[in-house]
């Protein structure tokens, strides 16, 4: 339903899975009307003491997907998060009947270099999702993902599906956690996102003569992804961001 004075949609949850103590994905239903690209971010918003608390979203779901999908942290102290994580099945929010943002598959290159930390997965997701359904529309693009986490169910349910896709041959999807400590289980790769992004990058022959890359999630991850990026030849143009958060504001 859309709320026409304020141009807000009321959607309902209809699913919720949380992964760790401050990690979810919650499925809402999608308004008819609400059209994205692969990549964008919603506007999603609640109200609190008689104000209306709104924050960007990246939509997890593709665009040809029956229902929106959110990766949700939820933040210690944080204005929406707050309220968003006592959230049940069949409860309602709004979503801003816009989608935004320009963080989506740049089509001047066939190579794309993508780097996550933890909810910073979503536009990926979102963008690999319509690679897939689209598939037989002879699309020739090669992604490298690169997923950092703190440890492994942070990187949700993504993991498998990500891992199926990846068998297909177009995908290179590498997991990595930060604290393998906690997890003597785990087989993956180790350490932070960004300390492995050389090594693929290299190790696949996505370069800056060839690639554009996507950095995604922690200010600080993209602060230094971007650094290296740009030892490694690629041009500032060739690097595309999406800060979760400003830096600077950061305890
Ligand atoms: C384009 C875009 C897409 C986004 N997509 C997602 C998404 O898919 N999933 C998601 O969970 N968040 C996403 N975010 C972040 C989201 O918009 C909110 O900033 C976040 O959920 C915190 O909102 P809050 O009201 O709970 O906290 P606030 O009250 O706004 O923030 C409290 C404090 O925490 C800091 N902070 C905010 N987020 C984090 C964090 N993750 N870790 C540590 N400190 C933080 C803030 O800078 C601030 O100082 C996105 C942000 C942008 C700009």
Same mark, same amino acid.
């Given at each position: ?19 760790? #103590? ?17 990549? @964008? ?24 997907? +029956? ?44 190579? #794309? ?24 529309? +002879? ?7 690169? #997923? ?89 143009? @060739? ?13």
């Amino acid at each position: 339903m859309l709320l026409e004075a304020d141009a807000l949609f009321k959607i309902k949850l209809l699913e919720r899975i949380d992964y760790s #103590h401050d990690i979810a994905v919650f499925r809402f239903e999608k308004p008819k009307d609400f059209d994205y690209k692969p990549g @964008q971010y919603a506007t999603l918003a609640m109200e609190h003491e008689g104000k209306l608390v709104q924050r960007a979203y990246s939509m997890v779901s593709s665009p040809l997907d +029956n229902d929106l999908e959110f990766i949700i942290e939820f933040v210690a102290g944080g204005s929406l998060t707050t309220i968003m994580a006592n959230l049940k099945v069949g409860d309602t929010l709004y979503l801003r009947n816009q989608a935004k943002g320009i963080f989506y598959l740049d089509e001047n290159y066939t190579r #794309h270099l993508m780097v996550a930390t933890v909810t910073g997965i979503a536009p990926y997701v979102s963008i690999i999702r319509t690679l897939e359904k689209k598939r037989d529309e +002879n699309q020739n693009h090669q992604i490298v993902l690169l #997923h950092g986490a703190s440890i492994a169910s942070e990187l949700c349910d993504y993991l498998k599906e990500l891992d199926v896709i990846a068998r297909k041959g177009w995908l290179e999807y590498v997991p990595t956690i930060s604290r393998p400590w906690d997890e003597p289980e785990w087989a993956g790769e180790t350490g932070r996102v960004e300390d492995l992004l050389r090594k693929y990058a290299d190790g696949f022959n996505f370069n800056h003569e060839n690639a554009v890359a996507y950095v995604c999630g922690h200010p600080q991850m993209i602060l230094n992804a971007k650094s290296i990026l740009l030892r490694a030849r690629f041009k500032e143009e @060739q690097i595309k961001q999406e800060a979760y958060f400003p830096l600077e504001l950061q305890d």
